[in-house]
């Protein structure tokens, strides 16, 4: 008789654990991100601002999380969750077959491209334009791997774009290869420079989870779709951005 109570408390705990379990363990949802990508996240005053704090927010919630930011060096976002120190990776950051092979990534949450930014009296007009030229990236950046691939160009790495937009205002680099809604912002913010029609690449942005927390990638995946459909995430992206 006692046996069986033990049995059965046992039984419920367990469903109970399964059910109850969002994924992350520690009732956080710890969030690795470099806060210096507007409009997707930036600091304001002690605070990051963003789409992608405002969309993790409402994943956070709706798994019943703590959001908790972790502001770092965008090459160090990778390793932040592969080590367990974040549970996501947020950061603007792009999909690609190299990062898949170190964390998972959830679905797509919007798309994006990378574009060239340079002076206004610059020649440059295309990416074919970029041969032989000084250009500017983030460090670690889906631009950098693109600079490394035109030819002859002397690729400068900056840790924030902020330092990589002060050297081309300078005259000390030719162009900035840079993803297009923080460029728009950049362009915004900087009157001598303009940003090249032509777009590089298009790319999608997704939610980085560490290859073996399964169930919170799915837990996202999930998050993600209701957002989705209730148009959420488009609500938030239309605060930040202006379609044209
Ligand atoms: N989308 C580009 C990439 O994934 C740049 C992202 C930079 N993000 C940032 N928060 N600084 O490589």
Do not use: H
């Not at 362009?187 to 939610?207: Q, R």
């Amino acid at each position: 008789m006692k046996r069986s109570i033990i049995v059965l408390m046992s039984l419920c705990a367990a469903i109970c654990l399964g059910a109850c379990s969002n994924g992350s363990g520690s009732g956080k949802l710890v969030m690795a991100t470099n806060a210096a990508f507007p409009p997707y996240e930036s600091v304001e005053g002690d605070k990051v601002i963003g789409i992608d704090p405002e969309i993790a927010q409402l994943i956070a919630d709706d798994l019943g999380l703590e959001l908790v930011i972790e502001d770092m060096a965008f090459d160090s976002i990778i390793a932040a969750v592969q080590s367990g120190k974040a549970d996501i990776a947020m950061a603007g950051m792009t999909v690609t077959e190299d990062r898949k092979e170190n964390i998972n990534f959830s679905d797509p949450y919007t798309t994006a491209a990378q574009v060239i930014l340079v002076k206004n009296t610059s020649s440059v007009q295309s990416p074919d334009d970029l041969a032989g030229l000084t250009i500017g990236v983030q460090i670690g950046t889906t631009g950098d791997i693109y600079a490394e691939d035109i030819e002859n160009a002397n690729i400068e790495r900056y840790s924030k774009y902020f330092e990589a937009i002060n050297a081309l205002n300078q005259d000390k680099i030719d162009a900035v290869i840079v993803d297009r809604e923080p460029g728009k912002v950049f362009v915004g913010e900087n009157p001598d420079l303009v940003m090249i029609d032509e777009e590089f690449t298009v790319e999608e942005y997704a939610i980085g989870v560490a290859k073996e927390n399964t169930e919170l990638l799915d837990n996202i995946n999930a998050s993600l779709k209701k957002l989705k459909d209730s148009g959420k995430i488009d609500e938030i992206i239309g605060k930040y951005i202006t379609a044209e």
